[in-house]
Each structure stands twice: as structure tokens, then as C-alpha cells.
């Protein structure tokens, strides 16, 4: 079992810029992928970015990509992925959602694999116009 806690997120104005923080406890070791959902009023939730544990290979949505920039924090943990940041900048209205930390773990032997995914309560962002 993976817990995510989520903290960040507000009211910010356009232009703005905001920082997510997000910090997994639990069986971190068989977590090999972390990242960041937001899911608008009316939407459905999207993937915003996401980083890889071994490699630390990042994804971004295109919509923030060269404004947001996910980052792990390896003082916390420097083998397993146990805490990400999400720094959003030049922020517009339309990156107001609230946003879901995500976490997706891979264990058990070859012979029987499983593949979970975790998620935070939510954060929310507010840009004003």
C-alpha cells in the first residue's frame, strides 16, 4: 500500500506561479512512477506531468509543457521516488482544476505481477484572470 500527501495549491493570479508538493509513504520501493492529475469542473481528469522512478524520465501535457516542471526529491529518498514537486509558473485561468497526486506501483514475482494505482485527495488551484 502506497499513502500520497499533497500539499500546495491556492489562489493565485495569472501570470503567477505556484508550487506541489507531494510525499508518498508506504511501500515506496515498488512505486516506478509518480505524477500530477487535474481535473477541471465539467472535465475529465487529465495527466499533467509524471516522472519515472529509475530513470527519472519526465511527461508533460502539452497544454503546460515550458511552464510546469515536475521534479523529484531525492533528500527524501535517494534510491526510491518518494516525493515529487510540480513548480507551475506563468500560470493561466484555464490551469485552475484540482490536482491529484498519483502514484503507480509494480511488484509481486514474474509469475504473478500487479500493477496499482494511487491517488491523493486532491489540491486545489485557483488562477485568476
Known amino acids: 500500500q502506497v499513502q500520497l500527501l499533497e500539499s500546495g495549491g491556492g489562489l493565485v493570479q495569472a501570470g503567477g506561479s505556484l508550487r506541489l508538493s507531494c510525499e508518498a509513504s508506504?511501500?515506496?520501493?515498488?512505486?516506478?512512477?509518480m505524477g500530477w492529475y487535474r481535473q477541471a469542473p465539467g472535465k475529465q481528469r487529465e495527466l499533467v506531468a509524471s516522472?519515472?522512478?529509475?530513470?527519472?524520465?519526465?511527461?508533460?501535457?502539452?497544454?503546460v509543457k515550458g511552464r510546469f516542471v515536475i521534479s523529484r526529491d531525492n533528500t527524501k529518498n535517494p534510491v526510491y521516488l518518494q516525493a515529487v514537486y510540480l513548480e507551475m509558473n506563468s500560470l493561466k485561468p484555464e490551469d485552475t482544476a484540482v490536482y491529484y497526486c498519483?502514484?503507480?506501483?509494480?511488484?509481486?514475482?514474474?509469475?504473478?505481477?500487479?500493477?496499482?494505482?494511487?491517488w491523493g485527495k486532491g489540491t486545489l488551484v485557483t488562477v485568476s484572470s
Open positions: 508506504g511501500s515506496i520501493f515498488s512505486i516506478n512512477a
Open positions: 516522472i519515472t522512478s529509475r530513470s527519472s524520465m519526465t511527461n508533460y501535457a502539452y497544454s
Open positions: 498519483h502514484a503507480h506501483e509494480l511488484g509481486g514475482p514474474i509469475e504473478a505481477p500487479y500493477a496499482r494505482d494511487y
